[in-house]
């Protein structure tokens, strides 16, 4: 088992900026605080993995631009990546198998918490795996019900219901146990 601490970047991609069907209006929030938690991962040498969404070969909203990484979140080489095709980061069979091995959880970031991070969440539950969420951290879409931040806050509250840590990207070491070093994820004992 790997112990080392994993920083999960979801969807991470221009298309989620961009005006239509995947834009996150509040993603200029969430990659301030995203870009702050890559720059503290990677210096600290931790694991990072990129999980992407596939540009579709047919009519979709994922295009080849709109697949591209933002900037500034660019796989660097020791890092890995992933692409999928399904909702879910598990849709790649490489990324199942890196969560089968990672025992300290993966600490996430994303711009599709009602998408993507919301589908994530639920497969890892029942796969028993461990995430922890910094909720600033994360930006929802806007739907035609519901407008982005209820999103947000609907995928937050099952990541809380289904027993995963959600707290602040900027809290203060004492108020964030997963940014604490030596192993120490989850909640002070």
Known sequence: MLNAPLLLCLDMQRGFLEPGPLHAPNAPRALVHG????????ERRWRIAHCFRKAASGPSPMTDHGARPIDGFEPRVREMVFERKTLSAYGDADFAALMNQTSAGALVTGLSASLTVLATTIDAFERGHRLIFASDALAGLAGSEANASAHEAVARDVARFLGFFVGAADAPPTQAPFFLEGQR????K
Do not use: I
């Open 35 to 42: 870009r702050r938690m890559l720059g503290h991962a990677r």
């Open 185 to 188: 994820w989850g909640a002070p």
